[in-house]
Every structure is written in structure tokens, then in C-alpha cells.
């Protein structure tokens, strides 16, 4: 009597290794997508570690900052199941009108600064 084997399903590298095989492009892209990544992780373990690294502490603790402000944002998202359709609207609907401000506000002193030099007068670039 012979023994049926339960049929193992491949592994994460056999898998990732056909799909490469199949798509060499792609995975051409991934392999200097990630080169790039380690050169960068490179050079900001030198900033560092590096003489001047007061800017590129504060830097990166901004980054860190950012970042925890959006998981903790983000936090309750996870424990709701399924909002009601109106209340999901009304808040992409905030969320757009956030973002279209925000990008409004950034670019309103360049372009400011920009038409005073352009036209040589602070009212008229107003």
C-alpha cells in the first residue's frame, strides 16, 4: 500500500527565482533598485557618523517624527472593520482638501518671491 505524501508547495526563493527567470527585465530593475538602496543606506551611514552630522541628525529625526505622526494616524484605520459609506467620503473628502492645501500653501512664497523678481516689485508680483 503506498502512501500518499502531502504535495509541498514550492518555496519563497524557488518561487522568486522562476519569476526572475521569466522576467529578466524585471528582475534587472529590482537587483539595481536594491543596489541603489544599499549605495544611499551607504552614504547615510556615513552622514552620519561623519564629521557634519548635527544637519543630518536633526534631518533624520524629522523623518522619524513624520513617520511615527502617520502610524499613530494611521492606527485607527486598522481597528475599523467597514466604515458606512458616507463616512468614508466625508473623510477622503478631508484628506483631499488637506493634501490640495497643504500643496497650495508650499507653493505660495516661492511663486510670491518668484513674481517680486520677475517684475522687480513686491505689490506687482503679488
Same mark, same amino acid.
Given at each position: 500500500m503506498d502512501i500518499a505524501r502531502p504535495?509541498?508547495?514550492p518555496t519563497w526563493t524557488?518561487?522568486?527565482?522562476?519569476? $526572475?527567470?521569466?522576467?529578466?527585465? &524585471? $528582475?534587472?530593475g529590482l537587483v539595481a533598485a536594491l543596489a541603489t538602496v544599499g549605495?544611499?543606506?551607504?552614504?547615510?551611514?556615513v552622514g552620519i557618523t561623519g564629521v557634519q552630522s548635527?544637519?543630518?541628525?536633526?534631518?533624520?529625526?524629522g523623518g522619524v517624527?513624520?513617520?511615527?505622526?502617520?502610524?499613530?494616524?494611521? !492606527?485607527? $484605520?486598522?481597528?475599523f472593520r467597514s466604515l458606512p459609506q458616507r463616512i468614508e467620503d466625508s473623510l477622503l473628502g478631508l484628506a483631499a482638501g488637506m493634501m490640495l $492645501?497643504? &500643496?497650495?500653501f508650499s507653493l505660495l512664497l516661492p511663486g510670491?518671491?518668484?513674481?517680486?523678481?520677475?517684475?522687480? &516689485?513686491?505689490? !506687482?508680483?503679488?
Open positions: 504535495i509541498q508547495p524557488a518561487l522568486a527565482l522562476g519569476h $526572475a527567470r521569466r522576467h529578466p527585465w &524585471s $528582475a534587472l549605495i544611499l543606506l551607504g552614504h547615510g551611514v548635527g544637519a543630518v541628525r536633526l534631518a533624520l529625526l517624527a513624520g513617520f511615527a505622526a502617520t502610524t499613530l494616524g494611521a !492606527l485607527p $484605520a486598522l481597528t $492645501a497643504a &500643496s497650495a510670491l518671491e518668484a513674481g517680486s523678481e520677475i517684475l522687480g &516689485s513686491k505689490p !506687482l508680483g503679488a
